[in-house]
């Protein structure tokens, strides 16, 4: 038999403390919520009731649900108030000293047999356990932000955590309908230890201007559907408590250059600017602790989609290569009205992927997302060519040929005889350097990248890159066009991965490493992930439908551009490459899907 929790307490009503409080009310425990002064426990006390009255706002709490959820938390000062309740869980600010403390006290208050949990990210649950009298009772439940919401739990047990008290905690979890995985000691645990890295990367973006707070966001959203970007993320968790989680998995977890915080983080913090509970950080909100944005003086202007900053017109397009990403791509150009010129390498080849359009507006045809005029009209815009002087007359080329340096240099230097003047030359590449591919013309200002995502017609995103020659006008021209065909175009420098494969690529590598290591299991990672952190897939099932060869190759590109030690390939990933198994498409990768 579990043992029965009726009344528990929560130290510490900040960003994690007031949500843990609710999750416990709402499932029928009574709570002790205790902070360490009066006005402290007063803004606790309103995170709460705003909380749960944006939920009956929302119609997901009834109203008599809501009082009686109020009616069973106790509000209190000091931890003295903890003496009879069954479990406590420490939510105060990420420094071991302030725990340790705080863990000593609550060990003279409580009960001998209260089991005292820390909701830590990033400190050793083992080193705040040893400063009680009682470490077989001292566990981590660390819950995911915001706590009502996530339905993840990481439950830590330490070397000296007793058995039975894993299995109660595990238990009340699932009484909250939670879904926990229980793993060991280690900084950051799964959820931490995959995310901090790719946070403090985006930061590092947006501090050396690599591209801004919104499209690192808006690259991260459209491009991997997370739930938020990076940054807003950021500001959600509080700068304060993201930079000892990443102070402190620096110095516990090996030293990580990765996981340095970002010299930008500190100023933040110094500066009071913790993100949402202090009304600003990375974005402004309406006021401290709303989740409201408000536009300042870093608000892009809205431009009304069209000429902008010296952007040119274009109506017609030219697009060069027969695989997957042209055939798309034409498809979006001449659904959204353009003049498309496609040249292929053959008239039979030009044949199969008109066949290919066709197939793919005829699906919108029958989902009734397209009318049957609508098909028409964009394939009558589209005229089918083998010889690039038909290219001799468009404002725009995007080229979408083979992912081969050699191949786009000799096609640009074709390009830059054929085409007229001011024609902006847009490569697709997703792995090579923009800037060499510009090189190959006599003007490089008019040449951009314009990275689109698999599939085309579906994915929302496309990155602009820019390299040190593109002129302010190219990009301000690919930006519209991103606009006009209904994508955001995000802008970024022109370095290896752009944004989004830069921040998810080694991401991946490190779930892999952490698997290698015998952390966790694929399956616990992924839950970690989707329930811990809201992303649409786990790791190791976004491996598996990427591809494991295309991930390592981008993985490599990474490293061998940036050098960074961290981005080094997991030699799992190699090993299961070299062994043919790389992922759905050869029915095996991390999983065997074989009998799917
Ligand atoms: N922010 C997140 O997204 C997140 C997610 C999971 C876990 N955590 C962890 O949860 C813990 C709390 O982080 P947070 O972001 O909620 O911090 P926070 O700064 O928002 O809140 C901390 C609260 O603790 C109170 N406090 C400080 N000293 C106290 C004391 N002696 N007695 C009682 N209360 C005291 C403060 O007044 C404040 O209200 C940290 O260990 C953090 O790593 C944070």
Same mark, same amino acid.
């Given at each position: 038999?579990?043992?029965?929790?009726?009344?528990?307490?929560?130290?510490?009503?900040?960003?994690?403390?007031?949500?843990?409080?609710?999750?416990?009310?709402?499932?029928?425990?009574?709570?002790?919520?205790?902070?360490?002064?009066?006005?402290?426990?007063?803004?606790?006390?309103?995170?709460?009731?705003?909380?749960?009255?944006?939920?009956?706002?929302?119609?997901?709490?009834?109203?008599?649900?809501?009082?009686?959820?109020?009616?069973?938390?106790?509000?209190?000062?000091?931890?003295?108030?903890?003496?009879?309740?069954?479990?406590?869980?420490?939510?105060?600010?990420?420094?071991?000293?302030?725990?340790?403390?705080?863990?000593?006290?609550?060990?003279?208050?409580?009960?001998?047999?209260?089991?005292?949990?820390?909701?830590?990210?990033?400190?050793?649950?083992?080193?705040?356990?040893?400063?009680?009298?009682?470490?077989?009772?001292?566990?981590?439940?660390?819950?995911?932000?915001?706590?009502?919401?996530?339905?993840?739990?990481?439950?830590?047990?330490?070397?000296?955590?007793?058995?039975?008290?894993?299995?109660?905690?595990?238990?009340?979890?699932?009484?909250?309908?939670?879904?926990?995985?229980?793993?060991? *000691?280690? =900084?950051?645990? @799964? +959820?931490?230890?995959?995310?901090? !890295?790719?946070?403090?990367? $985006?930061? /590092?973006?947006? %501090?050396?201007?690599?591209?801004?707070?919104?499209?690192?966001?808006?690259?991260?959203?459209?491009?991997?559907?997370?739930?938020?970007?990076?940054?807003?993320?950021?500001?959600?968790?509080?700068?304060?408590?993201?930079?000892?989680?990443?102070?402190?998995?620096?110095?516990?977890?090996?030293?990580?250059?990765?996981?340095?915080?970002?010299?930008?983080?500190?100023?933040?913090?110094?500066?009071?600017?913790?993100?949402?509970?202090?009304?600003?950080?990375?974005?402004?909100?309406?006021?401290?602790?709303?989740?409201?944005?408000?536009?300042?003086?870093?608000?892009?202007?809205?431009?009304?989609?069209?000429?902008? *900053?010296? =952007?040119?017109? @274009? +109506?017609?397009?030219?697009?060069? !290569?027969?695989?997957?990403? $042209?055939? /798309?791509?034409? %498809?979006?150009?001449?659904?959204?009205?353009?003049?498309?010129?496609?040249?292929?390498?053959?008239?039979?080849?030009?044949?199969?992927?008109?066949?290919?359009?066709?197939?793919?507006?005829?699906?919108?045809?029958?989902?009734?997302?397209?009318?049957?005029?609508?098909?028409?009209?964009?394939?009558?815009?589209?005229?089918?060519?083998?010889?690039?002087?038909?290219?001799?007359?468009?404002?725009?080329?995007?080229?979408?040929?083979?992912?081969?340096?050699?191949?786009?240099?000799?096609?640009?230097?074709?390009?830059?005889?054929?085409?007229?003047?001011?024609?902006?030359?847009?490569?697709?590449?997703?792995?090579?350097?923009?800037?060499?591919?510009?090189?190959?013309?006599?003007?490089?200002?008019?040449?951009?990248?314009?990275?689109?995502?698999?599939?085309?017609?579906?994915?929302?995103?496309?990155?602009?890159?820019?390299?040190?020659?593109?002129?302010?006008?190219?990009?301000?021209?690919?930006?519209?066009?991103?606009?006009?065909?209904?994508?955001?175009?995000?802008?970024?420098?022109?370095?290896?991965?752009?944004?989004?494969?830069?921040?998810?690529?080694?991401?991946?590598?490190?779930?892999?490493?952490?698997?290698?290591?015998?952390?966790?299991?694929?399956?616990?990672?992924?839950?970690?992930?989707?329930?811990?952190?809201?992303?649409?897939?786990?790791?190791?099932?976004?491996?598996?439908?990427?591809?494991?060869?295309?991930?390592?190759?981008?993985?490599?590109?990474?490293?061998?551009?940036?050098?960074?030690?961290?981005?080094?390939?997991?030699?799992?990933?190699?090993?299961?490459?070299?062994?043919?198994?790389?992922?759905?498409?050869?029915?095996?990768?991390?999983?065997?899907?074989?009998?799917?």
């Amino acid at each position: 038999m579990a043992r029965e929790f009726s009344t528990v307490g929560v130290v510490g009503l900040g960003t994690m403390g007031a949500g843990i409080v609710e999750v416990f009310a709402r499932n029928g425990i009574d709570v002790v919520a205790v902070e360490i002064s009066a006005p402290a426990l007063e803004r606790g006390r309103a995170t709460l009731k705003g909380s749960t009255d944006r939920a009956v706002a929302k119609g997901k709490l009834a109203e008599a649900d809501r009082d009686a959820l109020h009616e069973r938390v106790h509000f209190a000062v000091g931890l003295d108030a903890l003496h009879s309740v069954d479990l406590v869980i420490e939510a105060v600010p990420e420094h071991l000293d302030l725990k340790q403390r705080i863990f000593a006290e609550l060990d003279r208050v409580c009960r001998p047999e209260t089991i005292l949990a820390t909701n830590t990210s990033s400190l050793s649950v083992t080193e705040i356990s040893v400063a009680t009298s009682r470490p077989n009772q001292v566990i981590g439940i660390h819950f995911f932000n915001p706590a009502p919401v996530m339905k993840l739990v990481e439950v830590v047990r330490t070397v000296v955590t007793a058995p039975e008290v894993v299995a109660d905690v595990e238990a009340l979890c699932a009484r909250l309908g939670k879904v926990d995985v229980t793993i060991n *000691d280690r =900084a950051g645990f @799964i +959820a931490n230890a995959l995310l901090f !890295g790719y946070l403090n990367h $985006a930061v /590092g973006m947006f %501090e050396s201007h690599y591209a801004t707070r919104e499209d690192i966001d808006a690259a991260m959203k459209l491009g991997c559907g997370l739930p938020m970007g990076p940054l807003a993320l950021m500001d959600l968790i509080g700068l304060d408590t993201a930079y000892e989680i990443l102070d402190t998995m620096y110095r516990r977890g090996g030293r990580d250059r990765r996981h340095a915080p970002v010299p930008l983080l500190k100023q933040m913090v110094t500066a009071g600017l913790l993100g949402r509970k202090s009304g600003r950080g990375f974005y402004t909100y309406e006021r401290p602790g709303s989740p409201v944005v408000v536009p300042d003086e870093s608000t892009p202007l809205a431009t009304d989609g069209g000429l902008a *900053d010296g =952007a040119r017109a @274009i +109506a017609k397009v030219g697009v060069v !290569g027969s695989g997957t990403m $042209a055939t /798309g791509i034409i %498809e979006v150009f001449a659904k959204a009205g353009y003049e498309v010129v496609s040249v292929t390498r053959g008239m039979e080849k030009s044949a199969k992927v008109c066949e290919a359009v066709k197939t793919s507006l005829n699906k919108g045809v029958v989902r009734g997302k397209l009318a049957e005029a609508d098909r028409d009209a964009a394939l009558g815009r589209i005229s089918w060519s083998a010889t690039l002087d038909h290219l001799a007359d468009v404002d725009l080329v995007v080229e979408a040929v083979v992912e081969e340096l050699s191949v786009k240099k000799a096609l640009f230097a074709s390009l830059d005889e054929i085409c007229k003047p001011g024609v902006v030359l847009a490569t697709t590449t997703s792995s090579l350097p923009v800037i060499d591919v510009a090189m190959a013309t006599q003007r490089p200002a008019d040449v951009v990248g314009l990275h689109f995502f698999n599939p085309a017609p579906i994915m929302p995103l496309v990155e602009v890159v820019r390299t040190i020659r593109t002129s302010p006008e190219a990009t301000a021209t690919a930006r519209a066009v991103c606009a006009a065909l209904g994508k955001t175009g995000v802008v970024c420098g022109d370095r290896s991965g752009f944004i989004v494969n830069a921040l998810l690529f080694p991401y991946l590598n490190d779930a892999v490493k952490m698997l290698e290591a015998s952390y966790s299991t694929a399956d616990d990672i992924d839950h970690a992930m989707k329930l811990g952190c809201g992303y649409p897939m786990g790791p190791f099932e976004l491996l598996d439908v990427v591809g494991l060869d295309v991930s390592l190759a981008i993985q490599r590109e990474l490293y061998l551009e940036l050098r960074e030690p961290g981005f080094a390939p997991a030699p799992l990933l190699e090993h299961l490459v070299t062994a043919g198994y790389l992922g759905r498409k050869t029915r095996r990768g991390f999983r065997d899907h074989s009998h799917r």
